[in-house]
């Protein structure tokens, strides 16, 4: 995009954009919201970003490499963590994590890093569906055959 009214607006906007998704993804064990919630605004900040900056800018900002070991480390530590609370669940170890104090950040024991690992990871998800599109990678899909 060409404008520079547009793209100082946004490069102004998207921090407070960021911020809020982080504050719903970090906060999503308290009020209503989470990390698919709060990993979808996140996205869509990145999603603003690349289309406003243009692809040159945002492909040296954010590296396709890292960004999936980043998604791949984060789905890894998630499927790792859930098996833990299945795990001790199971074997009666509910105390070895304390649940802290009702109504606080730290309150609800493994459910806010759960939050966080996967707002990180349908953020990521949504930015790379995104660039697929933008790309041509995926025009339309023949789903009704």
Same mark, same amino acid.
């Given at each position: ?14 921090? %407070?954009?960021?911020? *809020? ?6 906060? !999503?064990?308290?009020? =209503? $919201?989470?990390?698919?919630? +709060? /990993? ?45 609370? %299945?795990?001790?669940? *199971? ?6 994590? !304390?649940?802290?104090? =009702? $109504?606080?950040?730290?309150? +609800? /024991? ?36």
């Amino acid at each position: 995009m060409k404008s520079s009214i547009i793209q100082n607006i946004t490069n102004l906007i998207l921090p %407070f954009i960021q911020v *809020f998704g982080i504050y719903v993804i970090l906060f !999503g064990h308290l009020s =209503p $919201g989470g990390g698919f919630a +709060g /990993g979808s605004i996140l996205g869509a900040s990145l999603i603003l970003f690349r289309f406003v900056n243009g692809s040159d800018v945002a492909d040296a900002k954010f590296k396709y490499h890292y960004l999936l070991r980043f998604a791949c480390s984060a789905l890894v530590l998630y499927g790792v963590m859930k098996g833990y609370v %299945f795990a001790s669940a *199971f074997l009666g170890l509910h105390d070895v994590i !304390g649940i802290g104090t =009702p $109504g606080t950040l730290l309150s +609800g /024991g493994f459910i806010m890093p759960l939050n966080v690992l996967v707002g990180l990871v349908v953020a990521i998800t949504f930015y790379f569906i995104a660039v697929l599109f933008e790309e041509g990678e995926l025009e339309h899909a023949d789903l009704m055959e």
